[in-house]
């Protein structure tokens, strides 16, 4: 059960790296001034919307929510937020100290926004990356596996979907 549990732990934390999200709104709006550009949406951009919940492993509940912007067939921004709840504040201890150090490389990567905590029995995880702005070469450095949803410096929004719901969330346009 231990090894089914860590699995869970370890498949989140690959999605939550690559695909992360954050409440950062602040830094969002700096990023966006740097730019001379406009804080508000481009019209034609679209949104997907993945959630996920439902229990992670005996007495851990998760509820998982990716939200990505994008353009025509490419993503511009994707937002997330995982919680896991659970009365084992070792349990999310120990998942919080995975999740450090999943993103501790991409701690310096400008356009590349995260938040970790535990607070009252839940584990939220929070990851902003703006794929408009963000050197994806320097992620493709960081990490060789984002090399299989980054082409040509961006992602297809179809390759993002098809990861979300290969770890069984539901996504509508």
Request: charged share 35%; proline share 0%.
């Given at each position: 059960?231990?090894?089914?549990?860590?699995?869970?732990?370890?498949?989140?934390?690959?999605?939550?790296?690559?695909?992360?999200?954050?409440?950062?709104?602040?830094?969002?709006?700096?990023?966006?001034?740097?730019?001379?550009?406009?804080?508000?949406?481009?019209?034609?951009?679209?949104?997907?919307?993945?959630?996920?919940?439902?229990?992670?492993?005996?007495?851990?509940?998760?509820?998982?929510?990716?939200?990505?912007?994008?353009?025509?067939?490419?993503v511009?921004?994707?937002?997330t937020?995982?919680?896991?709840?659970?009365?084992?504040?070792?349990?999310?201890?120990?998942?919080?100290?995975?999740?450090?150090?999943?993103?501790?490389n991409?701690?310096?990567?400008?356009?590349?926004?995260?938040?970790?905590?535990?607070?009252?029995?839940?584990?939220?995880?929070?990851?902003?990356?703006?794929?408009?702005?963000?050197?994806?070469?320097?992620?493709?450095?960081?990490?060789?596996?984002?090399?299989?949803?980054?082409?040509?410096?961006?992602?297809?929004?179809?390759?993002?979907?098809?990861?979300?719901?290969?770890?069984?969330?539901?996504?509508?346009?």
């Amino acid at each position: 059960m231990k090894k089914l549990a860590k699995l869970s732990v370890l498949l989140l934390v690959g999605v939550l790296v690559f695909t992360g999200c954050s409440d950062k709104n602040d830094k969002k709006l700096d990023n966006d001034s740097e730019k001379g550009s406009s804080v508000q949406e481009n019209k034609d951009e679209k949104k997907l919307v993945c959630k996920k919940t439902g229990q992670v492993t005996t007495g851990v509940e998760a509820d998982l929510l990716y939200e990505v912007t994008y353009s025509g067939s490419y993503v511009n921004k994707v937002h997330t937020v995982e919680k896991l709840k659970s009365d084992s504040e070792e349990y999310l201890n120990q998942y919080k100290t995975l999740v450090e150090e999943g993103y501790k490389n991409y701690k310096d990567l400008k356009y590349y926004d995260y938040n970790v905590e535990v607070k009252d029995g839940v584990l939220t995880s929070t990851v902003d990356i703006d794929y408009s702005k963000i050197d994806t070469d320097k992620m493709i450095e960081i990490d060789s596996d984002n090399a299989a949803l980054i082409k040509n410096g961006k992602i297809k929004i179809e390759d993002m979907k098809t990861l979300y719901q290969q770890v069984g969330a539901t996504c509508e346009d």
